[in-house]
């Protein structure tokens, strides 16, 4: 299960050396860590995720968002986990969400890009579309949400997975990713969501190219 796993500290007061300490005695797929402590984790030797881009909102000042991500790569993050912008796309602004997708996909270049929809803000409608134009605009996972707002839940999940399966299945030669996070913090939890995943997916998508949990308790 750990090596699913992007394990997560998003504490700016957090105890970063003894999180880095835990991390480095386990498989996780990643670390997630804030744009401020990516320069003093990047003597760890796996990978580096960061929540980017004005974590935890969407909405903010689009050169700003993409000056902490750059910035947050330049220090040695691999893979950015970025919000997309909720409150545009709930008022059916498409375009302002789609170029902000454009541009930080620009920024990451080659970098993994994890585009958090926060779907406890969305109903399932927009959840679809927001998951869409991720994937249309270059994401490389789509991701449930933050836990700041909400959590994810199943019913999401299996949304989610089959939007994904609709995608595999219209562009086989272009596989994309599946994040989920909020709230999930027990092996239970994590093995009822497996189920979800491999029924709508089938069992070689769990791998951690096209497949993650976002945690901070897995160790718990």
Known sequence: MQHLCD???LDAEGDLEAFLSDASEHDFAAI???PSAVKQASSYSGTIACAAGGFPNGDGELNSRIDEIR???EDGADEIDVVI???ALMNDDRNKVASDLVAIRAACGDKTLKV???TPELDLAYIELGAKLALEFGADFIKTCTG???VCTPLVAR???ELLAEWASEHPAD???LKLSGGIRTTGQAEGYLDIIRTALGDGFVHPATFRFGTSSILD
């Open 7 to 9: 394990f997560t500290m």
């Open 32 to 34: 997630c860590i804030l």
């Open 71 to 73: 910035t947050a790569i």
């Open 85 to 87: 912008d909720f409150e």
């Open 116 to 118: 958090i929809l926060e």
């Open 148 to 150: 700041r707002r909400g």
């Open 159 to 161: 949304v989610l997975a």
């Open 175 to 177: 596989a994309r990713g």
